[in-house]
């Protein structure tokens, strides 16, 4: 009884790495369906089931194609790493949908007519109409990397935070599933039912009933790219050791006695690197020995670290087998604690600092995790709203967090680990979700932000309290590094400016100024063609009107 899968053809036509593949369904005209492929060479190639060269080849991307998704009728909606998504009928573009800022990872089409998603590197979902942006999903904290669909009301996302999310199509988040310990890279919706399948960047693969993880299967590759659930219900899985495996509820369909003794063994060689998290903290001397393995695991994919001869075995329990299953030997495992790091845990990562802020006496107070290598005002910007606290506590919080943190910085170096497809630093969970290497643009100039050196000196009514010792917040001892910010001793310049938004925020803030202090129209004018020539680097020397009225400006509302 053969209960595998044989190779049928082997199809080319892309002239570099395939990266995404998806069915579009039987049609009159195509009655046993077609097969599109997206490539890293920009182009999307149709074949037909039967013939290993493309029917057709879509070109109007203008980098890798990275996700697909099919609808009714022989719609196609496309994504790339161009930030745009496509959608495309036979072999004509039909629209472009524009607005997001990164890389669109995941795209699908709704049950309901003329609705789409996408999921961008810019950590946000989008739903289209009829190729208008309706809505923006916004929630997760790093790149959205994949896209399922629950029924025409609702949808899950995945993302390189580690993190599930179910929406309402109109704008609600659910629920939020926590699980994988990395980057979660692909997710798949079990037919008629809510439960569905994840893998990511942990070597594991998860199933999720009810809301719960109910099931972890690892594998001996590091990197489970993406998961497919068949109709039967099979969860076919594809990863980085260049396999395709195929797991099974189904008595009839489960491999051999030799396959599954084999795929053990595999998974029992393989090499677990404790940089990654996937085990948690790994502390070599604390461990037990083999003898702990005779006490039954509590819970299906609870991870039990051993000590046996000085090596480190990681071993996962297995319910419907009653067993601890070997899942590899973990090498290198440095010792480091929660003490001897110096770190403090808050939401399962670690931090150098976890403050309390009480923005006032009666209302409750809120956690700050920060890092040194973090810019405290975008910290003290997310904080807020993440909190949706009033934005004019800005500068004191920030000065707050230099003043617990003297004003520490670290040098960030390049992470050893890349995301193969983004090429960025691979998430390492614990790590601040916020990339730090990058400055924090100035959402006016788009320049360098200019940090201020007059910050207020009211000091804001926070405790710096470390949440689990009740006491001054914990400082790591990293090395003192001079602040580069203040004092400010000579004129800021930046290389460019957005005029317009410039312009924009003034007239904002004019308009809920008092009447005594309120611009005038005419004095809007003359600053709008102050900052035209000194954008437009012309040769234009500014009036002393103009001058006058950007003193005034400068000084307002004073």
Same mark, same amino acid.
């Given at each position: ?75 196609? /909606?496309? =994504? +790339?790493?161009?930030?745009?998504? @496509?959608? *495309?009928?036979?072999? &004509? $573009?039909?629209? !472009?949908?524009? %607005? #997001? ?15 789409? /998603?996408? =999921? +961008?590197?810019?950590?946000?979902? @989008?739903? *289209?109409?009829?190729? &208008? $942006?309706?809505? !923006?999903?916004? %929630? #997760? ?31 609600? $988040?659910?629920?939020?599933?926590? %699980? #994988? ?31 719960? $993880? ?345």
């Amino acid at each position: 009884l053969n209960r595998g899968f044989t190779e049928m053809h082997c199809m080319s036509g892309h002239s570099n790495f395939v990266s995404c593949v998806c069915i579009i369904p039987p049609s009159d005209l195509y009655p046993r369906g077609l097969i599109a492929t997206g490539g890293n060479d920009h182009n999307i190639c149709i074949f037909t089931v039967d013939n290993p060269a493309p029917l057709y080849v879509l070109k109007g991307h203008k980098n890798t194609v990275c996700s697909l998704s099919s609808g009714k009728f022989g719609t196609l /909606l496309s =994504g +790339s790493w161009d930030t745009t998504a @496509k959608v *495309w009928l036979n072999d &004509r $573009c039909m629209m !472009t949908l524009q %607005g #997001h800022t990164a890389a669109i990872w995941a795209v699908k089409i709704l049950p309901e007519q003329g609705l789409m /998603l996408t =999921g +961008s590197a810019d950590k946000t979902i @989008k739903l *289209w109409k009829a190729g &208008r $942006c309706e809505r !923006t999903f916004t %929630g #997760h904290e790093d790149c959205v990397r994949g896209l399922a669909i629950l029924s025409e009301m609702e949808f899950l996302s995945c993302a390189n935070d580690a993190s599930v999310r179910r929406w309402q199509i109109s704008g609600e $988040c659910l629920q939020v599933y926590y %699980g #994988h310990t990395n980057y979660i890279y692909s997710i798949s919706v079990f037919p008629q039912c809510k439960d569905f399948v994840t893998t990511g960047e942990d070597r594991s693969l998860r199933i999720w009933k009810q809301g719960e $993880c109910a099931q972890t299967i690892r594998l001996p590759a590091q990197s489970v790219w993406c998961c497919c659930v068949l109709d039967n219900g099979d969860i076919v899985v594809g990863a980085s050791d260049g396999i395709i495996r195929v797991f099974t509820e189904s008595l009839e369909r489960t491999a051999s006695a030799e396959e599954i003794q084999a795929f053990e063994n595999e998974l029992s060689q393989a090499s677990i690197d404790p940089k990654t998290g996937d085990l948690g903290d790994i502390n070599a001397d604390d461990l037990p020995g083999r003898e702990h393995l005779k006490e039954p695991g509590t819970r299906d994919g609870q991870t039990r670290l051993i000590k046996d001869n000085g090596k480190v075995e990681a071993y996962q329990w297995s319910v419907s087998e009653g067993r601890w299953i070997k899942i590899g030997d973990v090498v290198g495992s440095s010792g480091a604690t929660q003490q001897t790091s110096g770190k403090v845990l808050f939401e399962g990562k670690e931090y150098d600092y976890v403050f309390t802020i009480d923005v006032n006496e009666s209302g409750p107070s809120y956690k700050l995790p920060y890092n040194i290598t973090d810019d405290p005002w975008l910290t003290a910007y997310n904080f807020l709203q993440k909190n949706d606290l009033n934005p004019m506590f800005l500068d004191q919080v920030a000065k707050f967090i230099m003043d617990n943190t003297k004003g520490q910085t670290l040098l960030s170096t390049s992470d050893q680990f890349s995301d193969p497809f983004t090429g960025a630093g691979r998430y390492v969970p614990g790590s601040s979700s916020g990339s730090s290497t990058i400055p924090a643009a100035d959402p006016f100039t788009g320049a360098g932000r200019y940090v201020p050196g007059s910050a207020s000196n009211a000091v804001a009514p926070v405790g710096g309290v470390d949440p689990y010792t009740g006491m001054g917040a914990y400082q790591s001892a990293a090395a003192k590094v001079e602040n580069i910010y203040f004092p400010k001793k000579d004129a800021v310049t930046f290389d460019q400016a957005n005029p317009t938004q410039i312009l924009g925020k003034l007239k904002e803030l004019n308009g809920s100024a008092t009447e005594e202090h309120k611009l005038t129209e005419d004095d809007l004018i003359i600053l709008e063609k102050l900052l035209s020539a000194t954008c437009n680097t012309s040769a234009e020397t500014p009036t002393a009107q103009q001058l006058q009225t950007l003193w005034r400006a400068v000084n307002w509302p004073e």
